[in-house]
Every structure is written in C-alpha cells, then in structure tokens.
C-alpha cells in the first residue's frame, strides 16, 4: 500500500545549524509532494512544495531534494532559528480512488533548536 | 484575514451528542478537504470537494460522519451519536486546483467527555 513515513521522530540542532528532514514515500505514482511546519495547536503551515519533474527546489531558507530513484524525500533549512521549532510533515498527493485528490501525511518529524 | 477559517476552535461535548464544525475557504479555492489528526500523528485524509460535489470519501469515514458543501463556498462537518475516540483535531484545507498547495485552518479540537 502507499505510505509516507519519516526516518526520524525527532531532530534536535543547535541554532545556526543547518538541519536536514527526510521522507520516505512508497507509492511511485505520486508527482506532488509538499512539506509542512505545524506549531503546537496550529494547523499546518505549507513551506514548499515539488513536483516529480524535479530533483530540487528552494525557497527562503529551505530546500527540497528529491530522489525519485529511492523514493526518498528531504527538507533543508539553513541557519536554523528558534522560530523553526515545530513539527515537520512531508506529504505526498494520494492516489485514492484513482483520482489523487488527496495528500496523505506521513507522522512528522518534530524539530528542536537549541539557542 | 484571508485563510481558511474554522469555528469553532475547539468543542467539548458528550458521548452520544451530535456536533457540527464549520469550514470558510479562500475565496477562489475549488477544492476544499477534511482532515482529522490524533495527537502524535499526521493529518488524516476523510474526504474532499470539487466546488459542491463530494468527490472522495475515506474508509475512516464512518457512516456517522457527513460532510456538505451545498454552494460550493463554506463547508460543513458532522459527526453523530459522538464516541470517545472521535476526540481529535478536525482541520479544514482548500486548494485552487489539484496537485498545488494546501492551505489549512486552524482546526477545530473536539474533545468528548
């Protein structure tokens, strides 16, 4: 079945730091994937997305590669701030009843920066 | 404000009563989803809208669920005859169109006591 998890349940960095979030996806038929930030009683926050066209995209601070070949997903931050300590979601659009309309989340990985 | 908004934010209610949750998308969003996470856990998928039309419905979508979106604007959420385990936040996302970003609500906790 299809299914998005995470290699690590937490993350702890130093301020400054640069921090690296993985994704593992199973269902090859995915072509969107999206990272969420989520703060504690919050809802998710998009902070970038990509397409299966594509191996990398940045924004501000961020980058996502993608390895379509392992099926691997990951999310870079640099200069990690306080402000950054959150919960991350990778997600990918959901091949349910074969319209891909949905995003399914993997557990998230929660991140702690250290001043 | 300009999100998605949710209300309410949160919900006590007891087992056995019906609740109802409220969704207001971005304006010009066609697509709007519902979603439920447990503490600990990622968002859950239950189901989702074209405009109006209830096109995908999760298995975890129980028949006590119902979700409307009559206008194609705000949608709503219920759950009947409420269970202990339906204690979760219920969040609310609506895209423009298929495969481009998902912008969420706050949610809406609810807690059955």
């Known amino acids: 079945g299809e299914s998005v998890g995470l290699h690590l349940p937490t993350l702890s960095v130093q301020e400054g730091d640069n921090s690296i979030i993985n994704c593992a996806y199973s269902n090859s038929a995915s072509d969107y994937f999206i990272w969420y930030k989520q703060e504690s009683g919050k809802g998710p926050q998009f902070i970038i997305d990509i397409r299966s066209n594509m191996d990398k995209r940045q924004g501000q601070r961020v980058t996502v590669l993608l390895n379509k070949t392992v099926k691997h997903l990951s999310l870079q931050i640099a200069a990690t701030q306080p402000g950054d300590s959150a919960v991350y979601f990778c997600a990918e659009n959901g091949d349910y009843g074969g319209s891909q309309g949905n995003l399914i989340f993997g557990k998230g990985t929660k991140l702690s920066v250290k001043p | 404000d300009t999100g998605v908004s949710q209300d309410p934010r949160h919900k006590i209610t007891k087992r056995g009563q019906n609740v109802t949750f409220r969704c207001d998308p971005i304006?010009?969003?066609?697509?709007l989803y519902w979603y439920r996470q447990t503490l600990g856990q990622g968002p859950e998928f239950l189901t989702y809208f074209q405009n109006e039309a209830q096109l995908e419905k999760s298995r975890l979508l129980s028949d006590r669920f119902s979700a409307e979106r009559p206008k194609g604007s705000f949608s709503t959420l219920e759950i009947q005859r409420t269970e202990q385990g339906d204690s979760a936040m219920y969040l609310c996302a609506s895209t423009r169109t298929e495969n481009t970003e998902a912008f969420f609500g706050q949610g809406t906790r609810l807690t059955v006591v």
């Open positions: 304006s010009e969003h066609n697509r």
